[in-house]
C-alpha cells in the first residue's frame, strides 16, 4: 500500500555533496515522521536524520553541521542534502516513513516503510 523510491545516490569525491530524495506513494492519510538511516559493512544501521510532521528534526552528532534534512508534505517527498562529505559517510542509505494509512474495510492504522536504499559513496 505504501512505498517509499530513493533517489540521488552516488560517487562523490571527499568534500563534495550530494543531495538524496526519497517519495512516498500509496494510501497515506498522514505522515508522522519521515527520515534517513545508513548502513556501512559490519555495522548495524544506524538513524542519520528524522523530520516530524511538525518539523522538528534529529541528527547523528557525525552529521550535524553537514547535512540537512527537508521534506514537503504535499508532495509526499522528503530530502537530504549531505555537504563536505567524508569517507565515513559512504554506506547505503535507507529512506524510512511513519505512517498513518487506510485499512479495510474501513479506518485507519500506523504503518513504518522503509525504502530499498540508495549507495553513497565518497572516495577519491
Known amino acids: 500500500q505504501v512505498h517509499l523510491v530513493e533517489s540521488g545516490g552516488g560517487l562523490v569525491q571527499p568534500g563534495g555533496s550530494l543531495r538524496l530524495s526519497c517519495a512516498a506513494s500509496?494510501?497515506?492519510?498522514?505522515?508522522?515522521?519521515m527520515g534517513w538511516y545508513r548502513q556501512s559493512p559490519g555495522k548495524e544501521r544506524e538513524l542519520v536524520a528524522r523530520i516530524t510532521n511538525v518539523g522538528t528534526t534529529n541528527y547523528a552528532d557525525s552529521v550535524k553541521g553537514r547535512f540537512t534534512i527537508s521534506s514537503d508534505n504535499a508532495k509526499k517527498m522528503v530530502y537530504l542534502q549531505m555537504n563536505s562529505l567524508k569517507p565515513d559517510d559512504t554506506a547505503v542509505y535507507y529512506c524510512?516513513?511513519?505512517?498513518?494509512?487506510?485499512?479495510?474495510?474501513?479506518?485507519?492504522?500506523?504503518?513504518?516503510?522503509w525504502g530499498q536504499g540508495t549507495l553513497v559513496t565518497v572516495s577519491s
Open positions: 500509496g494510501s497515506i492519510i498522514s505522515i508522522n515522521a
Open positions: 524510512n516513513g511513519h505512517f498513518v494509512i487506510r485499512q479495510l474495510p474501513a479506518g485507519y492504522r500506523s504503518l513504518e516503510v
